[in-house]
Every structure is written in C-alpha cells, then in structure tokens.
C-alpha cells in the first residue's frame, strides 16, 4: 500500500465529501422529480454539531436513511461533511434546520442554544452514541444538559442507560443497525478495525495475539501510516486506510478480533455478523450482549491460550457458523428490524 502524508489524506477526504454534496443533492431532486414522492405528511428534520468520521456519524446516518422510508427527513448538512456519502437520495440536503418541522432529531454535540430552543417544542429527540465520560469530545456536565433538554433520549444500548441513569420515561432503547453486507471471498484471515493509536482499541494486543493463531494474514483497518512495531508475529500484517466501502473490508477476512477495553455499541460486530463473520470479542458489557449469538466469542484476553484457541476453532469452523450468525443478525439487528422500532417510536410521537 502507498503511504500518503495526512494533510494529502484529509484534502482527499474534503474533496470527496465535496463530490458527494454536489452529486447527492442532484439525485435527490431527479429522486422526488420522476418518483414524485416531494414529501411525506410527516417533517423530521435533523441537525448533527459534529461531522467528522467515526462510527457515530455511521450510525446515525443509517437511522436517517431508515426514517427517510416513511418521513420526509431534511437533514442540515455542508459540502465538507462527512455525512455526505453515507446518505441516501431518499433525504432531503438542506443549509439550516426546518423550524417547522413536527420532530427534530438532534446528537448531543449540537448548540446547545438551538437545544434549548427546540426543547421548549416539546418533540426534540436527542441521539447519543458515548457514554457518559467518553466518546463526546465535551464534559460529562455538557452532554447531561443536552440529554435533559431532550423530550426522549434515544441510546443504542443498556450499558448507556447504566451510564447516564435517566429517569424511565425520558430514555429509550434502539440498537443501531446496519445495511447487509455481503461477503464473496475466502479466506484464512484475520480481521481488526480500529485506530492503532487509540489505546481503547487496544489494537496492539490484537495484532500479538492474532499473531499466535493459524492464520495467513493479518488485516488492520483504519489504521494507516503505522509502523508494525507489534511483538507479533511471522504472520503478514498489513494496515489500511479506513475506507467507506464496507465489503472491501470484510471480504478481507474472515473472523473479526476486538480487544477493546470500552464500546457504546460495537458497530464492527453487527457489521460483521451481517456478512456471516465470526468475531471474538473482549469481555466488556456492550459486547456481552452479543454472546448468544452463534460464532461470538467472548474471551477474556489475557489468558493467552484460550484467546489464540478460539481463533484456531473459528477459522476452522467459520463456514459452518455463517448462516447462523446472519440468521441472528437478520432477527435483532437488521434494517427491517430496526426501522419497525423507529417507526413505532416516531409514529407514538
């Protein structure tokens, strides 16, 4: 692979952001034009403070291509947003929020005086992806007066729940999803996802392990410009750039490590369980959750031998545990599963 120095790396990010607002914006109008859908009855117009690249931006952008299904959603973007190429013709582009929409859906990152404003309609839903210390980028004080100002906060799972302790009433509960990926190549790989020097990843301890299995390469997404400097291993490793075409990613592999220390959610693992990939996870509360899935297997890392044992068991067994791992996804996390719980959730609005 040809390393890029990062300012070449972010001016490419920015000019296909660029792209995607220009070209996104074109199909939009062709969409609701021959399709003559201009709208729906219902507005939902959705305003994100923070627009960058991380698995929050995924995933709310999935839980806004979901309700564009059956709500006109305009969502508030610019052409530099990361959000761009991840949205679908269905959604509706626009330069500032839709005052008169009938719900507004908000992360925790926006002004908090436009909060406060659309907390006084009384039909502000506010999505959060973190935890109450982590994940945000803001004081836990700031992210408590942005939840509270919500008429209903959405999380994605208990351990949240856990975190921020909110009344009942005030909170609910819908795990992300994401589109079906399908997997066409074999191998005998190993896969990790995640940013190197984010010791919450724990991406080096992976690697090493990873290493000690029977595996013929090792493949490191999301990681780009880093030197291996891992103990590891004779086994190939080779690091990439992060990349938004996600079956180029899991085709690279075919069972998933992660050894993170701390996860909201663990979108790599429904990603993966939707193209059939067995995963071997740390034993933290948001990938317990997983554990009666067939295929995941919770370890606790640092017994060596029993995590490079199970890595050796599903590179054996993988095939036979691949519809059974879709089988669990399709029923719990899949879009259609999904978008029923929003729909239900809006509609109750």
Known sequence: ???????????IDTMYNIFFYHKFRILNFIYRYFTNKS??????????????????TYAIANIINLLSRKYTVK????????????????????KKIDLKADIFLCDVSTDINLLRDLSKTGKLIITCHGLLDTSHGLTSNRVMEALLLATKVHFVGQIQQDSFKLPVEHFMIIPNTNPKINKTALTSNIGIIGNINNPLKNIKEAIELAGKSDANEIHVWGSPNVKNDCKATSIKVI???????KSKIYNSFDIL???????????????????????????IPAFREFEDCPGIKIVDHKSDDDTVSCLNHL??????????IIAYWQKNYSEEVIYEKWSRFIDSL
Not at 1 to 11: F, H, Q, T, V
Request: hydrophobic share 40%; aromatic share 10%; proline share 4%.
């Open 1 to 11: 692979m040809i390393w890029l120095p990062w300012k070449i790396l972010n001016l």
């Open 39 to 56: 709208s729906f009855d219902n507005i939902i117009s959705v305003h994100c403070g923070f627009q960058g690249k991380t698995g929050g």
């Open 75 to 94: 969502f508030v973007t610019s052409p530099t947003s990361n959000y761009n190429p991840l949205l679908n013709k269905r959604v509706t582009t626009v």
């Open 239 to 245: 690091f990439h750039n992060w990349c938004d075409n």
């Open 257 to 283: 490590i992660s050894l993170s220390k701390k996860e909201t959610f663990g979108m790599v693992v429904t990603e993966a369980m939707s193209a059939g990939i067995p995963c071997i996870l740390s034993d």
């Open 315 to 324: 590179l054996k067994e993988k095939n036979t545990l691949s519809e059974k």
